[in-house]
RNA sequence: GAUAUAGGCUAUCUUAUCGCUCCCGAGUAAUCGGGGGAGGAAAGUCCGGGCACCAAAGGGAAGCAUAGCGGCUAACGGCCGUCACCAAGCAGUACUAACUGCAUGGGAGGACAAGUGCAACAGAAAGAAUGUACAGGUUAAGCUGUAGUGAAAUCAGGUAAACUCUAUGCGGUGAAAUGCCACGUAGGCCUGCGUUAAGAGUGUCCCGCUCAUUGCAGGUGGGUAGGCAGAUUGAUUUUGUUGGUAACAGCAAAACUAGAUAAAUGAUAAGAGCCCCAUUUGGGGAAACAGAACCCGGCUUAUAGGCCUAUAUCUUUU
């Protein structure tokens, strides 16, 4: 049972962009949409193992270090509890890295950010899918 | 009792579901079980250390810091104690002055008898000259004294958180340091011998010191944001006790209390607690400042609500 890693809500290391090639990389060749209040950026990797993400926060937005914190967690936590349907188009889609830039000016609660994190989710299936 | 200001202490809790990270145990492994998981300032990066490295680290100048006295400390520009002095207050002597005592708060306080600068108002004049009145005095003369202004008028004046001087201290860099391992392609680097003596470095300068250019031989090795160590057992914490006014130190016992690395310490829901309005049931709101990054000792700044202390104002009762 390959699937039950997937249908598990897990969010281990592998899963998490933290490579500095894979990053620079991404922000150098990868394509990009903005979806208020975030800019999504991705690209299928060759050297990539799977689908990984990494959330990002300004500095120059938050000067506070706490939320920044807090937005980043947010944002991770909700691509954990709705990041299956990117796992099923896996075959389709490739091994995908995603960067989600947070470019919103006010501190977002919960709810808004999975919304929104769930529209990107879907959109990044169907332009990747379509191709 | 209420409000305001200042200082100190504290820094919500429980349950459920789904996660992250480290450690321990089981398992070939997937994984499972148990336990730990941000702060009083983790902040500013302002001082002082530990630790590591350096072609250079030595002497002098410059620069910066400190400044009563005594103590504490690994060290400090920190802390503790204490004295001069200052402030307003109370009491006494005295009687608009002044002196003494008391408690409170402050207390960067070496040198103005090296030099330079600065000084409101008043005053002729504030360091350069002596004006006016009176007295003295001379050949003559601010040559001498007094009056007047002022805190101060030749008195070794006042002022150094004014330049300055004196004493003491300070080499630089900063964990992206540094060491090791893995895979391994170039510039390099090291050692030995010969050769060159223009220059470069020592991130302020001088002396001093160090290095060098090129050829040959031998050795090593760059790069890859990879891994491990450095890195959390320490000037440690708690309790007791002894010494000391205190900062602190000694002794004994117990404890191990985050260790991430594009960077964990979380998310959601319910309830308790807090504040406000109704005050029987309920409704609403707030939850501060802020996130470890090699580790300690300080300083500074930011802090909702609660508690404690001091001061001021208002009010009630006696």
């Known amino acids: 049972m390959s699937e039950s890693t997937t249908l598990k809500n897990t969010f281990p290391k592998s ?8 990053i620079q990389e991404l922000f150098d060749k990868g394509s990009s949409f ?5 800019k999504v950026i991705y690209l299928k990797s060759e050297d990539a ?5 990494l959330a990002s926060v ?9 939320t920044r914190n807090t937005l980043k967690r947010r944002i991770k936590e909700a691509y954990r ?3 299956t349907s990117l796992f099923e188009h896996n075959s389709q889609i490739g091994n995908l890295l995603i960067a989600y830039i947070y470019t ?6 919960y709810q808004f950010i999975e919304k929104k994190l769930k529209k990107s989710i879907d959109r990044l299936i169907k ?5």
């Open 49 to 53: 193992e799977q689908i990984q993400m």
């Open 127 to 131: 332009e990747l899918v379509s191709k």
């Open 15 to 22: 899963e998490r962009l933290h490579s500095k090639k894979l």
């Open 34 to 38: 903005y979806l208020y209040p975030f």
């Open 81 to 83: 509890l709705n990041k």
């Open 58 to 66: 300004s500095k120059r937005k938050f000067k506070s270090a706490v």
């Open 104 to 109: 919103g000016k006010e501190v977002s609660d």
